[in-house]
């Protein structure tokens, strides 16, 4: 069954999703081998129905790939999955709960469903588990036509603080809101990606390129405490405070209007000059929150 929300970029997104486990997993895997700190923990806030269809062509969604690569490298986890659609996840149940071999068994007890928004039965099942700051683990929203679930991603830091965080997201979305607003009522006090971005509470942070084939600049941001997470240069993944990541997240803010006239603003205007600002002392940690900057084990 093929969904309207599935574009031309949905199938290459889903393949930087998997290069993304590819690179956390196994990683986590030998942290937990050597420290502890309890099963790996997978949640999908906006699951979708597991398998994806556009054109005839049918391909795994996040659920579906989250399980094979848990699976695959052996780690002991918990996959926790929020689809407030009944028919959707009726649809993920079925593909989710079926064996695929001795080793990988999922079952409501191990990838439990909750037929709920996220914005409500997420921070609930956190109060229910309660803080458990030793556990690693990925929390990944994937929001169609909304933005950064900032408020949810910030709860999780709080409650899984070695967890990482991952939103895939559309720029052009923020900007349009900011354009429609300004039409509306001449200013606009709507956020701008970074806004959004900086918003988290990890000292890290990457960002991929975003996307040009429909208009709509999707995205990746990945958060986390890990001072030594791997760039993906190859697939467009920087460290936001790299300059790279500094150029994407400020070509996700502003319009092509915006860019244009930012590149293009004379030094010399009604006889004054425009003096270049005094350079920023280098920061040792990206600008991504009022979090403490000690080192801690990812």
Sequence with gaps: MADEWISPETEAKERDYRGILEILVPASKGIIKRHGGGPYLYVDLYAGPGWLEFNGHQFPGSPLIAQDILTRYGVEHEAVHFERDPEVAARLAEALWVPTSLLDTPDPDSAPIHVEACQEG??????????????????????????????????????????????????????????????????????????????????????????????WQWTFVLWTNWGDMPTWESRGFYRLDSGAGRRILGECD???????????????????????????????????SGVPATPAVP
């Design 122 to 215: 997420f921070p609930r099942w956190l109060a229910e588990i309660g803080p458990q700051p030793r556990r690693h683990g990925l929390v990944y929203a994937d929001p169609i036509k909304d933005e950064i679930p900032v408020e949810l991603l910030n709860r999780a830091a709080k409650y899984l603080p070695r967890a990482e965080l991952l939103s895939y997201v559309s720029a052009t979305q923020y900007k349009r809101r900011r354009r429609g607003d300004f039409r509306r009522n001449g200013h606009t006090d709507k956020p701008i990606l970074s806004d959004h971005v900086n918003a988290v509470n990890k000292r890290y942070g990457l960002i991929r390129q975003p996307e040009r084939r429909t208009g």
């Design 254 to 288: 502003l319009t092509s209007s915006e860019q244009h006239r930012k590149a293009n603003t004379p030094l010399w205007e009604e006889g004054t000059v425009a003096l270049p600002a005094a350079p920023a002392r280098r920061q040792a940690l990206p600008r991504l």
